[in-house]
């Protein structure tokens, strides 16, 4: 079961992917999100299209009601069940890599760091405080093993000033 931190940060993430604001992650939410993101990368929404899609494929089989919306209940289902499932959550991790990497150098900067946040909560958003507290070897990018790190840490971490807690940014939702 999750912690109370985890449910925070998992809350942030998840009202930053209801794109509508209903309380439910439906398709057009995901939809939504790859539209914005590639707006800001100024790319055309076919790759991030196809990341977006994958995930919103793997969390509609946490939809236990059947009726195509996933509630933040839904998504703690597969939340708390991460560990048990360190392929997929690596499978995750290298996809949102590539969906981040927007210029294709294996690499993720500052600015590209930026444009996935700003994609995610369709707020301009300085995120250069987090960028330095993520960039663990100080080489001012993050390499794929970096972000995977990162991203495992965020997902299935509860450790508070860890700087995996940081990958969406500095989510502050109040406690349950």
Same mark, same amino acid.
């Given at each position: ?8 940060? &998992?809350? $942030?993430?998840?009202?930053? /992917?209801?794109?509508? #604001?209903? #309380? ?14 590639? @707006? &800001?990368?100024?790319? %055309?929404? =076919? ?9 919103? @494929? ?6 236990? *009601? =059947? ?5 933040? *209940? ?11 499932? %360190? ?8 996809? /949102? +890599?590539?969906?981040?990497? @927007?210029? $294709? ?10 444009? /996935?946040?700003?994609?995610?909560? #369709?707020? %301009?958003?300085?995120?250069? *405080? ?9 080489? =001012? ?6 972000? #995977?790190?990162?991203?495992?840490? +965020? ?13 969406? =940014?500095?989510?502050?939702? %109040?406690?349950?």
């Amino acid at each position: 079961m999750a912690t109370k931190f985890q449910y925070r940060k &998992i809350t $942030g993430v998840f009202r930053a /992917m209801d794109v509508d #604001g209903d #309380g439910y992650l439906t398709e057009s939410d995901f939809e939504a999100l790859a539209s914005r993101w590639a @707006a &800001i990368q100024g790319q %055309p929404k =076919g790759r991030i299209y196809s990341i977006m899609m994958n995930w919103w @494929a793997t969390l509609l089989t946490a939809d236990r *009601d =059947g009726d195509e919306r996933v509630t933040l *209940d839904d998504v703690m289902v597969i939340v708390d069940r991460l560990n048990e499932m %360190p392929h997929a959550m690596a499978t995750t991790a290298l996809s /949102m +890599f590539d969906a981040v990497d @927007a210029n $294709g150098d294996g690499l993720i900067s500052a600015r590209e760091y930026n444009q /996935m946040i700003v994609g995610w909560t #369709g707020v %301009p958003t300085d995120t250069d *405080d987090v960028f330095d507290e993520l960039d663990g070897d100080d080489d =001012g990018y993050l390499s794929r093993t970096e972000f #995977g790190e990162l991203w495992a840490e +965020f997902w299935s971490g509860d450790d508070q000033r860890a700087s995996g807690s940081l990958v969406f =940014g500095r989510i502050d939702v %109040p406690a349950r």
